[in-house]
Every structure is written in C-alpha cells, then in structure tokens.
C-alpha cells in the first residue's frame, strides 16, 4: 500500500463534507440534509449488493447470496433506525426551513426507485421526475427494464423442477411482478418439506426478510413523517402521510406471504 494514502485521502472526506449545504441558517437544516445524504449512501450499497445477488443466483450459487441478503437486511435495520434521530426535530424545527426546499422530496429519490425496480415494483410513472438524458434517469430506465431479484430467484425454481410458467419471471421489460398461483404452490413445497429443498428455503426467509425490512422502514418512515408535518402534502406534491400509507400495502415477494396462510 502506498504510504501517500491517508485516511482523509481514502475517503475523500474533503468532498464528501463539503456535500453538506444547507440553504439556510437553522440549525435543524444540517440533520435532514445529512440524514438523507446517508440514506442515498447506504442505497448506493444496497443496489450494489443486489446486483451481486443477481449474479450468484443466476450461476445457480444460492448460499452465497445469503451473505449479501443478509447484508442487505442489516443496511435496511440501520436506515429504519435513522429514522429516529429525524423524530428529534420537532415540527417547529422543520417548518422554520421547509419552505426553502421548494418541490423537492425523497418521492423523487432515483436511487429508491431502482431499488423498487430491482425487486419487481416497477412503475415507469416515477422517470417523469428525472430529466432525459441525466444519470439518474438512465439508472432508473435501466432497473425497469432489467430482470428482476425475484425474476431470477423462480427462474431457479423453474431449473429445480418445480411448476412455474415461463411468463411469470419473463415479461415484458418494465411490466410489474403479478402474484401467481403457480408461484405459490411451488413455495408451499419447498416449506412443506424444508430438509429437501433447504438451499430454497433458506433462500426464501432470506428475501422474506428483506421485504419486512422494507415495509419497516416504510412504516417508520410514515410514523416520523406524521409526527413532524401530521397530514400536510409533501413537498414533492403528494398526499404526505396519505401516499405513504398506500406504500405500506406493496410486497416485493408476494406469495412468500401469502403460502403462510395455507401452510
């Protein structure tokens, strides 16, 4: 390693805290721009290990990515938590700056609609906020075109021999995940006989804990968002706490939830 590598230098801390500027003197400002400067961080991770689970379960490597899973769902328990720290602003902390952010909003957030994307809720209504040609709209378009995490997770199921329609993890690029029933039945015999199919099954508490993750962090995410504004439209101009509440009802992986009822 050359000894011209500082710790600063490594990390690039001069940039990386100059990225912090506020657009006015409250004191509560800093707190919201670095808590979602932090959360893009930790999505740019979680996207970036999502990728890399895609990879191993389509070579058929299914233990491996229960490491990057498992990694993801500890990113996601952190990101819940930051919620916390954002509940200490009160809503006279937030009103003092919130009109200097204009139209802006986390509903906006390319990251977190890859994201989405990756894992099979795709809307193509979420480009609209990006402009043509930029990078995060290229991100974006090219998360809704791609296979998603589950497209390749039943792809693996088809492989192992069980009953699952070609059309349900190959669609048209950028159509949503539709539950199947075919799908379900598939998962009700890999947890009716768990020491069989454990590689499966173990893959699949794996993804049901990434979803629950998710709605967790939704979920938080309405709660301190109620506890700061109560029921005033977002700033992107959305119904606020009402829009995210209808996030609350969206699953990643559907009949992972639905084969417990009939178990």
């Keep these: 390693m050359s000894q011209d590598v500082t710790y600063g230098g490594y990390l690039r ?28 961080l930790w999505m740019k991770q979680v996207l ?26 500890r990113i996601q328990a952190v990101m819940t938590q930051a919620w916390d720290i954002l509940a200490t602003m009160t809503p ?36 609209k906020f990006q402009p043509e040609g930029s990078d995060e709209r290229a991100l974006m378009e090219a998360a809704l075109a791609a ?10 199921l088809a492989r192992a021999g069980f009953d699952i329609p070609e059309t349900a993890y190959r669609r048209a690029a950028g159509a949503p995940y539709e539950p199947s029933e075919a799908v379900e039945n598939a998962w009700l015999q890999v947890y009716r006989d768990t ?30 968002v109620e506890r700061i504004i109560g029921r005033k439209r977002g700033t992107g101009g959305t119904d ?6 209808q996030t609350l009802l969206r699953r990643a992986f559907p009949e992972l939830w639905s084969l417990r009822t009939k178990l």
């Excluded at 606020?240 to 509440?245: C, D, E, F, K």
């Design 13 to 40: 801390l001069k940039d990386l805290l100059a990225c912090q500027q506020p657009l006015t003197d409250n004191h509560d400002e800093l707190l919201f721009v670095i808590l979602h400067q932090t959360m893009e």
């Design 48 to 73: 970036h290990e999502i990728a890399v689970t895609q990879g191993e379960i389509r070579a058929g490597n299914l233990v491996p990515a229960y490491k990057h899973l498992a990694r993801v769902s």
């Design 92 to 127: 006279a902390d937030y009103l003092s700056f919130r009109q200097s952010l204009g139209t802006s909003s986390g509903f906006q957030s390319a990251q977190f609609r890859a994201l989405e994307y990756r894992l099979g809720i795709k809307d193509p209504m979420f480009l």
């Design 147 to 156: 296979p998603t995490l589950y497209d390749d997770v039943l792809e693996q």
């Design 195 to 224: 020491q069989k199919h454990w590689a499966l099954y173990q893959l699949a508490e794996k993804l049901t804990d990434l979803d629950d993750a998710l709605l967790t962090w939704r979920h938080k995410h309405v709660l301190t």
């Design 240 to 245: 606020g706490v009402g829009y995210l509440q």
